[in-house]
C-alpha cells in the first residue's frame, strides 16, 4: 500500500510572499496493491508534483508518504527507484541517447537491482527474455538491438522507456527474502517465518516433482529437460508473485502526450497488458479524457492542488467525458467566486 498522508507543497521562486503557489494543498490519498489510477486535472493543478513526491523526486513542506506502512518521505529517489517505474512525457527523457536499444536494458536492469553488487550486463537467457518483450511492441524494436536510441522516434522511443521502467529485474531470493523482510510492513520475525515456510514447502513440492520426471523412464532426453525448466521456473513464478517486492509501483505523467495518435494508442495498450499481466500499481497522469475513463480501475482529478474527485469501479465506469468537462467547469466557477 501507497499512501500520502496529508501532504503540501508550496513553490515559491523568488522568496517574495505574492510569489508562493500552494502546488499541494494538504493532501491524502491511499492507494492498494494493484490499482490502476487514471489522473486529470487542469495545467498547475498539482498532477506532476504529486508523481515527483511519490518518486521522491521532490520533498513535501508537510505530510509524509508512506510505501507499505513504512516512511519513505526522505528516502532519496535512487533508493526508491528499485520500487518505482517512471515514464516522462517527453520521449527524450527516459533512454540516453548514445546508448544502443541493448545497452539502455542493460542499465534499467542493473538499477533496478537495489542491493546487489553491481554485475553488469544480461545473462543470455535475460537477453532473450528482453527481445521477446520487445517483440511484443510490435515497434521493429527487437531488429535494432545494436543501434543507438538517438536514431529512433519517439514512440519507440517511449515505448522502450515504458520496458525499462517495468521490466522486472528478478532478484535473487536471498535479496527477495532481505527485501521483504525490510519492506513488507510486517513484523521481522513474521515476514521471515512466512518466507521461510513459503519457500520450504514450495521447494518440496518442486524435488517431488523433480524426482517423478527423473523417474519417469518414458520420457525423452528432450522432454525431461523441458519438464525440469517448466518445474523450475514454476517454483520461481509462485515464490516471486508472493514475495518479489520490486518495481511493483508504475508513474506515468503524460506519457503518449507527445506522440502520434495511433502510436500514443498502441504504448497505451501495451501499457495496460503490462499493468495487468505484472499487476503494478499504477498512477496514469493524462489530459485525455476518454483515456481517463477506458483505462484503469480509480480516476482521480486534481483542482487547483486539491483532489476533487475519487472514483473507483462501477462508479467510475459510469462516468463520460461530458460528466468530466462539467466537473471542470464547476470547479473552475467555483474558484472564480
Ligand atoms: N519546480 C517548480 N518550481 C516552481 N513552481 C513549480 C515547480 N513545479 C511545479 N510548480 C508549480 O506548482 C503548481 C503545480 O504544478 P504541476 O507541475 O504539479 O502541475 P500539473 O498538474 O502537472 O500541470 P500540467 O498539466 O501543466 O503538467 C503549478 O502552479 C506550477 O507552476
Ligand atoms: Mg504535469
Excluded: C
Excluded at 179 to 204: C, M, P, T, W
Excluded at 226 to 249: C, G, P, S, W, Y
Amino acid at each position: 500500500m501507497l499512501e500520502l498522508v496529508n501532504v503540501t507543497k508550496v513553490f515559491n521562486l523568488t522568496g517574495a510572499a505574492e510569489d508562493e503557489r500552494t502546488a499541494l494543498d494538504n493532501i491524502s490519498l491511499q492507494i492498494k496493491p494493484g490499482e490502476f489510477i487514471t489522473i486529470i486535472g487542469g495545467n498547475g493543478s498539482g498532477k506532476s508534483t504529486t508523481l515527483n513526491i511519490v518518486s521522491g523526486a521532490l520533498l513535501p513542506d508537510k505530510g509524509k508518504v508512506l510505501l507499505n506502512g513504512r516512511d519513505i518521505t526522505h528516502l532519496s529517489e535512487s533508493k526508491r527507484a528499485a520500487y518505482f517505474g517512471r515514464v516522462f512525457q517527453d520521449p527524450m527523457k527516459g533512454t540516453a541517447a548514445d546508448m544502443s536499444v541493448l545497452e539502455n536494458l542493460e542499465v534499467a536492469f542493473v538499477r533496478g537491482r537495489m542491493h546487489s553488487p553491481i554485475k553488469w550486463g544480461f545473462s543470455n537467457s535475460d537477453k532473450k527474455y528482453f527481445i521477446e518483450e520487445l517483440k511484443r511492441f510490435d515497434l521493429g524494436l527487437e531488429d535494432r538491438l545494436n543501434q543507438k536510441v538517438g536514431v529512433m522516434s519517439g514512440g519507440q522511443r517511449q515505448a522502450l522507456t515504458l520496458l525499462m521502467a517495468t521490466m522486472r529485474n528478478r532478484p535473487n531470493f536471498r535479496m527477495m527474502k532481505r527485501d521483504y523482510i525490510l519492506f513488507s510492513g510486517k513484523e521481522e520475525e513474521v515476514a521471515r517465518k512466512e518466507f521461510e515456510d513459503e519457500f520450504n514447502l514450495r521447494k518440496q513440492e518442486l524435488n517431488n516433482k523433480l524426482a517423478t520426471i527423473k523417474a519417469d523412464v518414458n520420457l525423452s532426453k528432450e522432454d525431461r529437460k523441458d519438464q525440469i525448466t517448466v518445474a523450475n521456473h514454476e517454483f520461481d513464478v509462485a515464490i516471486r508473485a508472493k514475495f518479489d517486492l520490486t518495481k511493483q509501483i508504475l508513474l506515468l505523467d503524460e506519457h503518449t502526450a507527445a506522440l502520434d495518435p495511433k502510436t500514443a494508442k498502441k504504448v497505451l495498450e501495451l501499457t495496460d497488458k503490462i499493468v495487468k499481466e505484472n499487476k503494478m500499481t499504477t498512477l496514469m497522469v493524462t489530459h485525455n479524457m476518454k483515456d481517463a475513463l477506458t483505462y484503469g480501475n480509480r480516476l482521480i482529478m486534481f483542482h487547483l492542488g486539491h483532489i476533487i474527485l475519487d472514483v473507483s469501479g462501477k462508479e467510475k465506469e459510469k462516468l463520460t467525458v461530458e460528466d468530466l468537462l462539467k466537473m471542470f467547469d464547476e470547479a473552475d466557477k467555483k474558484a472564480e467566486m
